[in-house]
């Protein structure tokens, strides 16, 4: 679609992206609570929708002649969804390697490795996430937002011998289209705690050494580009590929994904930054509830998983149900995600719902699922309704964090989707058979 | 020469085994197995030796009760004396003596069940020294007992007791066909797996289906590598165990007999084949994982073939395929909510299973099978129902809690005990800060046998494990060392 090649150029949207037949008409939701991922909320409001586009979005809105009328009254209509580290689109069966390329295991493509080259519009997961509401996702390589599931099943794959970087995420939305890109290559992922010390060689010191390392190689590459091509530069310690993926990071253009649980190897990594001058995200964080002042004071952001309270890695020793409104509290950008198998994309309100149960204010806890991963990985067009923006957003039997509560209705980027899923067929063949 | 090493054995066995010897003539004494040589003997080896402290007279008042029998109680009271359930009903007149609390606005259930649970068997830190669920060296592990890898100290016990769970079964995994027996523990702190066992519980054996014994034994270039050679090797293990329970029976039909000559060489004990033989007579219940609607299915008619039912298939992301079958044979199913597709034979999962199971008529279960999903299995089971109602099934709040109260009650043989407050049941329950199936509830106070184990408002008094105690809390970051 024109809109993802507008999103790909970084050019701000275009209502004319949208213009066709197929796509001429007017929807107006009246009397529901709308929320628009902002932490604003109002009650009675009227949302009209005229070609994928907000026209209007608050109470006391005219209804145009022709308009779709539908009766919000008891609903709530959010902003679509974000997954913040997932392998959706990457991922059909896991164990079924043919089916699943959220791992890679080459050492010459470690940073270089580009998710997005393997993503598949046609996996049954997309049409899951987006039944649940998730309208964005983020594709992040395997095993940097580390949480094995199943693992004495031996159903998950050990990942001792991964490569210490695991390469440049990718942003997709989830609408029904061939191409599902949104943004490429925005930054580098990296484990850093006790799983990347695995790799590194089984200390947590040699991840810091090779990382530093890498950072230097890169940044006397670019400085370096035409002697490197006549063989004219020391050797280096990554390939030509991943000095290339890591000289935005190692300049601090790029983010620098780092996946890290204990408070101590979190006040390590906000070091580094410091010292390297590289842009943080961190990922996991599950420690990050006893360092929260310290991060806030970094102004990093943060990826958590609010449900993670189980310490059965000795990094997450002290996990707890309350880290996400901890940090929140000490002023932290506080991003809620859920477990970065794709096949449970929308188990993402849950986490957010947990995250309120334990102390996050629920508008926060929102924003934290809709417009603070837009704004932090680049999708403006997306996280927040306001007018003029093409509609991504989701309309709600009531709370959207309630289990028991189902999406109604689902656009991605202007267009409504069918909320169908192979997992329904299944369920409508059976129920009565 | 079997008779000489019971009589060498005696002496080393318990004060009770002494003593039946002593009792018995000299005669009857030669031919007197040793209770470890004697499967009949002691089928209790490893007692539970559970025992909840005094739980006294109290009512809880004025909640909404969801009673686990598929009724809702508005202003329900319920009554608890000595640790059991004295009544439950609308309003009730609270008894002389009791102590009264107030559960007004606030919801009421059994305590959540969930059996199909690792906790102590992989226990949490998850490092190698505490990997003790599989015993992945032969596809038939029939003779081992998940309580003898349960590790008490596991942090993931009081989590759970957290979510509401007072009652677990452990499983060993299922690498294999047969994996072992599992147990059913009591959410209480302890210093050994028999203070948390469940008085009276039965013992349950844990089969396997499908791709893991397949490919945990064909990766190793040895049977079972297709699901053909699974079934081979259930088929060919129950042949063996009917066999073994007959010249066991013949054995004790002559001491029974009193024979002068006594009953002859008793047959030589065998731990696996004492699990599947008791299957066989029905004191052991089968607890089956397996996946797929085809290969239940096949299960069925092997447990039909040699004459055992089979209690629970396990994470049956199928079985909504054959609610007409599950219903026939009375089979549970404990399944999940939103797992699906992480292997081949889970690609089919739904989230209305468990609903259209129910709808069908047969005994639907949530289940967790993981550490995190058991401190949440309401809000698991609210996606069951919310997916069910999707499809237009008329599935109340009321008859939901059964998925993870009284139906996985039946599932373990301990629904006589607990899993609805019914009057003479175990009082284990859950008073929930509101309706236990909204992600914002919480476990308020949480009871087994009448015994507050979970005080929401008190965290000091809420169970930790050993693991946990002592080690370094927050403080350290913000100490004034330079």
Same mark, same amino acid.
């Given at each position: 679609?024109?809109?993802?090649?507008?999103?790909?150029?970084?050019?701000?949207?275009?209502?004319?992206?949208?213009?066709?037949?197929?796509?001429?008409?007017?929807?107006?939701?009246?009397?529901?609570?709308?929320? @628009?991922?902002?932490?604003?909320? %109002?009650?009675?409001?009227?949302?009209?929708?005229?070609?994928?586009?907000?026209?209007?979005?608050?109470?006391?809105?005219?209804?145009?002649?022709?308009?779709?009328?539908?009766?919000?009254?008891?609903?709530?209509?959010?902003?679509?969804?974000?997954? #913040? #580290?997932?392998?959706?689109?990457?991922?059909?069966?896991?164990?079924?390697?043919?089916?699943?390329?959220?791992?890679?295991?080459?050492?010459?493509?470690?940073?270089?490795?580009?998710? #997005?080259?393997?993503?598949?519009?046609?996996?049954?997961?997309?049409?899951?996430?987006?039944?649940?509401?998730? @309208?964005?996702?983020?594709?992040?390589?395997?095993?940097?937002?580390?949480?094995?599931?199943?693992?004495?099943?031996?159903?998950?794959?050990?990942?001792?011998?991964?490569?210490?970087?695991?390469?440049?995420?990718?942003?997709?939305? @989830?609408?029904?289209?061939?191409?599902?890109?949104?943004?490429?290559?925005?930054?580098?992922?990296?484990?850093?705690?006790?799983?990347?010390?695995?790799?590194?060689?089984?200390?947590?010191?040699?991840?810091?050494?090779?990382?530093?390392?890498?950072?230097?190689?890169?940044?006397?590459?670019?400085?370096?580009?035409?002697?490197?091509?006549?063989?004219?530069?020391?050797?280096?310690?990554?390939?030509?590929?991943?000095?290339?993926?890591?000289?935005?990071?190692?300049?601090?253009?790029?983010?620098?994904?780092?996946?890290?649980?204990?408070?101590?190897?979190?006040?390590?990594?906000?070091?580094?930054?410091?010292?390297?001058?590289?842009?943080?995200?961190?990922?996991?964080?599950?420690? $990050?509830?006893?360092?929260?002042?310290?991060?806030?004071?970094?102004?990093?952001?943060?990826?958590?998983?609010?449900?993670?309270?189980?310490?059965?890695?000795?990094?997450?020793?002290?996990?707890?149900?309350?880290?996400?409104?901890?940090?929140?509290?000490?002023?932290?950008?506080?991003?809620?995600?859920?477990?970065?198998?794709?096949?449970?994309?929308?188990?993402?309100?849950? /986490?957010?719902?947990?995250?309120?149960?334990?102390?996050?204010?629920?508008?926060?806890?929102?924003?934290?699922?809709?417009?603070?991963?837009?704004?932090?990985?680049?999708?403006?067009?997306? $996280?927040?309704?306001?007018?003029?923006?093409?509609?991504?957003?989701?309309?709600?039997?009531?709370?959207?964090?309630?289990?028991?509560?189902?999406?109604?209705?689902?656009?991605?980027?202007?267009?409504?989707? #069918?909320?169908?899923?192979?997992?329904?067929?299944?369920?409508?063949?059976?129920?009565?058979? | 020469?079997?008779?000489?090493?019971?009589?060498?054995?005696?002496?080393?066995?318990?004060?009770?085994?002494?003593?039946?010897?002593?009792?018995?003539?000299?005669?009857?004494?030669?031919?007197?197995?040793?209770?470890?040589?004697?499967?009949? *003997?002691?089928?209790?080896?490893?007692?539970?030796?559970?025992?909840?402290?005094?739980?006294?007279?109290?009512?809880?008042?004025?909640?909404?009760?969801? @009673?686990?029998?598929?009724?809702?109680?508005?202003?329900?009271?319920?009554?608890?004396?000595?640790? +059991?359930?004295?009544?439950?009903?609308?309003?009730?007149?609270?008894?002389?003596?009791?102590?009264?609390?107030?559960?007004?606005?606030?919801? =009421?259930?059994?305590?959540?069940?969930?059996?199909?649970?690792?906790?102590?068997?992989?226990?949490? !830190?998850?490092?190698?020294?505490?990997?003790?669920?599989?015993?992945?060296?032969?596809?038939?592990?029939?003779?081992?007992? *998940?309580?003898?890898?349960?590790?008490?100290?596991?942090? $993931?016990?009081?989590?759970?007791?957290?979510?509401?769970?007072?009652?677990?079964?452990?499983?060993?995994?299922?690498?294999?066909?047969?994996?072992?027996?599992?147990?059913?523990?009591?959410?209480?702190?302890?210093?050994?797996?028999?203070?948390?066992?469940?008085?009276?519980?039965?013992?349950?054996?844990?089969?396997?289906?499908?791709?893991?014994?397949? +490919?945990?034994?064909?990766?190793?270039?040895?049977? !079972?590598?297709?699901?053909?050679?699974?079934?081979?090797?259930?088929?060919?293990?129950?042949?063996?165990?009917?066999?073994?329970?007959?010249?066991?029976?013949?054995?004790?039909?002559?001491?029974?007999?009193?024979?002068? &000559?006594? !009953?002859?060489?008793?047959?030589?004990?065998?731990?696996?084949?004492?699990?599947?033989?008791?299957?066989?007579?029905?004191?052991?219940?089968?607890?089956?994982?397996?996946?797929?609607?085809?290969?239940?299915?096949?299960?069925?008619?092997?447990?039909?073939?040699?004459?055992?039912?089979?209690?629970?298939?396990?994470?049956?992301?199928?079985?909504?395929?054959?609610?007409?079958?599950?219903?026939?044979?009375?089979?549970?199913?404990?399944?999940?909510?939103?797992?699906?597709?992480?292997?081949?034979?889970?690609?089919?999962?739904?989230?209305?299973?468990?609903?259209?199971?129910?709808?069908?008529?047969?005994?639907?279960?949530?289940?967790?099978?993981?550490?995190?999903?058991?401190?949440?299995?309401?809000?698991?089971?609210?996606?069951?129902?919310?997916?069910?109602?999707?499809?237009?099934?008329?599935?109340?709040?009321?008859?939901?809690?059964?998925?993870?109260?009284?139906?996985?009650?039946?599932?373990?043989?301990?629904?006589?005990?607990?899993?609805? %407050?019914?009057?003479?049941?175990?009082?284990?329950?859950?008073?929930?800060?509101?309706?236990?199936?909204?992600?914002?509830?919480?476990?308020?106070?949480?009871? =087994?046998?009448?015994?507050?184990?979970?005080? +929401?408002?008190?965290?000091?008094?809420?169970?930790?494990?050993?693991?946990?105690?002592?080690?370094?809390?927050? /403080?350290?970051? &913000?100490?004034?060392?330079?």
């Amino acid at each position: 679609m024109n809109t993802v090649k507008k999103a790909l150029l970084g050019s701000v949207f275009a209502a004319l992206a949208f213009s066709g037949a197929a796509l001429a008409q007017t929807i107006a939701i009246q009397g529901a609570t709308l929320v @628009t991922g902002t932490g604003v909320s %109002l009650t009675g409001a009227t949302i009209i929708i005229q070609n994928g586009i907000i026209t209007a979005a608050g109470t006391g809105a005219a209804i145009p002649a022709g308009a779709t009328l539908i009766d919000g009254t008891g609903k709530v209509i959010t902003p679509g969804l974000f997954v #913040s #580290s997932s392998d959706l689109g990457i991922d059909e069966v896991s164990a079924v390697p043919q089916t699943n390329d959220s791992s890679a295991e080459n050492k010459d493509f470690a940073v270089a490795y580009d998710p #997005s080259y393997s993503v598949n519009p046609a996996s049954t997961l997309l049409p899951l996430a987006r039944a649940g509401g998730v @309208t964005r996702a983020v594709v992040m390589p395997a095993a940097a937002f580390g949480d094995g599931a199943h693992t004495h099943e031996g159903d998950t794959a050990g990942h001792a011998d991964e490569p210490m970087f695991h390469g440049q995420p990718a942003v997709i939305h @989830t609408g029904a289209a061939p191409d599902i890109l949104v943004r490429t290559r925005i930054g580098v992922a990296l484990p850093f705690g006790e799983s990347a010390a695995s790799n590194a060689g089984g200390s947590r010191s040699l991840t810091v050494a090779i990382l530093k390392a890498a950072l230097e190689d890169a940044r006397h590459y670019g400085a370096n580009k035409a002697a490197f091509n006549q063989g004219g530069t020391r050797d280096y310690s990554l390939s030509r590929q991943d000095l290339e993926a890591l000289l935005p990071v190692a300049k601090g253009e790029a983010p620098l994904f780092l996946a890290v649980s204990r408070a101590a190897d979190i006040r390590l990594a906000l070091r580094l930054a410091r010292e390297e001058k590289l842009k943080l995200v961190l990922l996991g964080v599950e420690e $990050g509830w006893i360092v929260a002042d310290e991060i806030a004071a970094a102004g990093v952001p943060v990826v958590v998983k609010p449900t993670t309270n189980i310490p059965n890695r000795f990094e997450i020793q002290r996990a707890r149900l309350e880290n996400a409104a901890l940090m929140e509290k000490a002023g932290v950008n506080v991003i809620i995600t859920t477990t970065a198998d794709g096949h449970y994309a929308n188990q993402v309100r849950f /986490e957010a719902g947990t995250a309120v149960a334990y102390g996050m204010p629920k508008d926060k806890a929102l924003a934290a699922i809709t417009s603070r991963p837009a704004a932090l990985f680049g999708v403006p067009d997306a $996280g927040v309704i306001a007018v003029g923006k093409p509609a991504d957003l989701v309309l709600w039997g009531g709370d959207p964090l309630e289990p028991t509560v189902l999406a109604e209705k689902v656009f991605v980027n202007g267009t409504e989707q #069918s909320l169908q899923t192979r997992a329904r067929a299944l369920e409508q063949r059976y129920l009565n058979r | 020469m079997v008779a000489g090493l019971a009589l060498v054995l005696a002496g080393c066995a318990t004060g009770q085994a002494t003593k039946q010897s002593t009792d018995k003539n000299r005669d009857d004494d030669k031919a007197a197995l040793a209770q470890g040589l004697d499967p009949a *003997a002691n089928r209790d080896p490893f007692p539970s030796r559970y025992k909840p402290a005094p739980s006294g007279l109290f009512a809880l008042t004025g909640a909404t009760v969801l @009673t686990g029998t598929g009724q809702r109680i508005d202003n329900g009271t319920v009554i608890v004396r000595d640790g +059991r359930i004295e009544a439950v009903g609308a309003a009730l007149p609270v008894p002389a003596g009791a102590t009264v609390v107030n559960a007004t606005g606030r919801y =009421i259930t059994p305590g959540i069940i969930d059996m199909h649970s690792h906790l102590g068997v992989y226990a949490s !830190p998850a490092v190698e020294a505490h990997s003790d669920g599989n015993e992945a060296t032969a596809p038939n592990t029939a003779e081992v007992w *998940a309580e003898h890898s349960v590790w008490p100290q596991d942090p $993931g016990f009081e989590r759970a007791l957290r979510g509401g769970v007072t009652t677990l079964k452990i499983l060993p995994g299922s690498a294999n066909l047969f994996g072992g027996r599992s147990v059913t523990l009591k959410n209480v702190p302890a210093r050994n797996v028999q203070e948390m066992k469940f008085p009276g519980a039965p013992y349950g054996l844990k089969m396997a289906c499908g791709e893991n014994p397949k +490919r945990v034994y064909g990766g190793k270039g040895r049977a !079972p590598a297709s699901r053909m050679s699974n079934v081979a090797g259930y088929r060919a293990a129950w042949i063996e165990a009917a066999e073994y329970r007959r010249k066991w029976d013949a054995y004790y039909e002559k001491q029974k007999k009193g024979d002068d &000559k006594g !009953p002859g060489d008793p047959p030589k004990r065998d731990l696996q084949l004492d699990t599947l033989a008791d299957v066989l007579r029905g004191e052991i219940l089968i607890q089956n994982h397996c996946y797929r609607a085809d290969e239940m299915s096949v299960m069925l008619d092997i447990a039909k073939e040699f004459g055992y039912s089979i209690r629970a298939f396990h994470h049956a992301t199928e079985a909504y395929k054959i609610g007409d079958l599950l219903k026939e044979s009375g089979t549970c199913i404990a399944t999940w909510a939103h797992w699906w597709g992480f292997k081949m034979e889970a690609y089919d999962g739904v989230p209305a299973n468990a609903a259209i199971v129910h709808h069908k008529g047969a005994c639907a279960v949530i289940h967790s099978d993981d550490e995190t999903l058991i401190q949440h299995l309401t809000k698991e089971t609210a996606q069951a129902m919310a997916e069910g109602r999707y499809l237009g099934l008329d599935i109340k709040d009321e008859d939901a809690i059964t998925w993870i109260t009284a139906n996985p009650a039946k599932a373990i043989g301990i629904q006589d005990k607990t899993g609805t %407050l019914e009057p003479g049941k175990m009082a284990d329950i859950v008073v929930w800060s509101g309706n236990p199936f909204s992600i914002y509830t919480l476990a308020d106070l949480v009871y =087994i046998d009448g015994v507050l184990m979970h005080d +929401r408002a008190n965290p000091p008094a809420q169970p930790r494990s050993d693991f946990e105690l002592g080690q370094s809390g927050p /403080e350290i970051f &913000k100490a004034g060392v330079k």
